[in-house]
């Protein structure tokens, strides 16, 4: 099973990218979904986690800006990413865990996205 990330780019500061993450091959028990960004020189850092009923939660940075949603019958998470600012540059990773209720740990999560990259200009 690989989870394929996509929608990445380069954006001006203000604009907006949605970014999709599908699982490839036959997967089965996933509850939870999650995004998670790593900008040079960072930690990887929680941006999103999203429960098999659609119920997201969100790091404070990107509260009012980002939207996480998924189709649990495409085995598939998205990101609506609105108002991007600089500081939103970062690799993206999308994850899926068979944990139940939100993923704010890595180690919740069983499997991981190649990432894709956003960059945001100012």
């Known amino acids: 099973v690989q989870l394929q990330a996509s929608g990445g780019g380069l954006v001006q500061s203000g604009g907006s990218l949605r970014l999709s993450c599908v699982a490839s091959?036959?997967?089965?028990?996933?509850?939870?979904m999650g995004w998670y960004r790593q900008a040079p020189g960072n930690q990887r850092e929680l941006v999103a986690t999203i429960t098999s009923d659609g119920s997201a939660k969100y790091a404070d940075s990107v509260k009012g800006r980002f939207t996480a949603s998924r189709d649990n019958a495409k085995d598939t998470v998205y990101l609506q990413m609105n108002s991007l600012k600089p500081d939103d540059t970062a690799v993206y990773f999308c994850?899926?865990?068979?944990?139940?209720?939100?993923?704010?740990?890595?180690?919740?999560?069983?499997?991981w996205g190649q990432g894709t990259k956003v960059t945001v200009s100012s």
């Open positions: 091959g036959s997967i089965s028990g996933i509850n939870v």
């Open positions: 994850a899926f865990g068979k944990r139940l209720g939100y993923g704010s740990r890595q180690d919740y999560y069983d499997y």
